[in-house]
């Protein structure tokens, strides 16, 4: 076990909750765990096996830094069988593919293509904090649930490790990611939606890629 | 049966023809296909499939060895040599032609909404900039747009007309088949139909989330919308519609 963290399965709606790691878990978090507790009986040997694949095929598009088409794998796999390491490479890879500098076409002059300001604050706080909500912080929760009872709750050899997030360096990165994002949203959460968006601050939330 | 008007008349006679008799070679179509939307066949001697989309026209070439070899007539595998099991062409294959003019399609651009809960997605809230689909009587909810970033990243379609060709091919399984598990009439959710813009990476399909997709919400109905759009084809059997989109979406990018 690498590590030991405060899980709160039990139904809590409204406050945020103070997770022992330190991070906070939303109420959006809490709703999504809740619903995955109350499925957990759905889930399919051939769902299990469609999430293992998607989360391959998004490996492979991450390691070519095709963070588009990784995030659209990731964030299959979890509804196939809910998984840590979906949750956390759906949202990691989709702030990457948003916070990576984009090539101009040679065919444009730079007074056409990009616009000073490439991303304002109108939704972007709302954006960030939700997808945290709802990917990261989940994924970190389910990964400590997993590593203490195994991926569905009650056996942990039964299931392939794929679908485990065993990892401790790979936690540990994602979870210093997921509080300096989750810092970035409430940073902006404060600023007028006119605001232009920090992008190299984003980037250096989300770091090196978490996989290679 | 051939038919034919009187030139005095102008009654029309129907009588047996001749020559349709001893034509050897006539078309027929897809009538049938699997609950994913495709029917697969084999490419001529090989055992390489080839996925056919529900109404592709096919000329009838032989039948040897227990299986019948077909020439198809239209869609993206147009020219190529395949064939079926004996058994299997009295199942999947008939005469009823698609409609020959392409469906139209209008979507009517309607509300944000922000934090659209998604049952199928695990209970995740989820951004949409929604829509009104209408088609051949139907009307659905769609999404026009779900994952937003910079302006350069998914957005919803732009309003204007649009043609939506012939499926290619069927989209992967695992991408659709866990909606399943909320709607019991969903079938068919591996036909996407590719729109006529840009790279041509936007669809008509069915699921939860847009990336500036026409994203079909109602499950239950896309089996419906399947069949208003697949049983068209445009004169040269490379559309399916065309699609008017309308109204101006709230969120924009």
Redesign the interface.
Known sequence: MFIIACILFAGSAGMPIVRASGQTESPDTRRILDHIAANRSKQTPAGRAAARRLNSDGDRAYRRHHYGAAFTAYMNSYPNAPNAYAYIMAGDSHWRDIAQPRIQPSSQTPAQTLPSCRLDNHYFAHDLALDVAQNQAVGLALAAHDDMHGPDGHNPDMHNNALRVIDPLFYKRAQESTACLQAMAQHYETEPPTSCVDLERLRKCLGPPLIK | MAGGRVPASGQVTFTRNPVAQHDPNPFLYVNKVGTDGWLQTRKGESTARVPLVKYTKLQRIESKNGRTYFKIMDGPSRGQVVSLTDTNVGTYIGTKPPVQTPANIVVTYGKYV??WIS???????L?QQMATLEVDGLSVQVTMNT???????YTPIPPGTYTVLVPDAPHN???T??YR?YSKNLEFDQVWFPIQHGDNSRYVHVGN?S?GCTTVLDLDHWRDVEEALISHRSPDGTSVAQLHVKGKPE?AE
């Open positions: 922000p934090g049952e199928a997605r695990g209970g995740q809230k951004d994952n937003w970033g910079t302006p350069e990243h399984a695992d991408m088949q866990f598990k989330v990336d969120r």
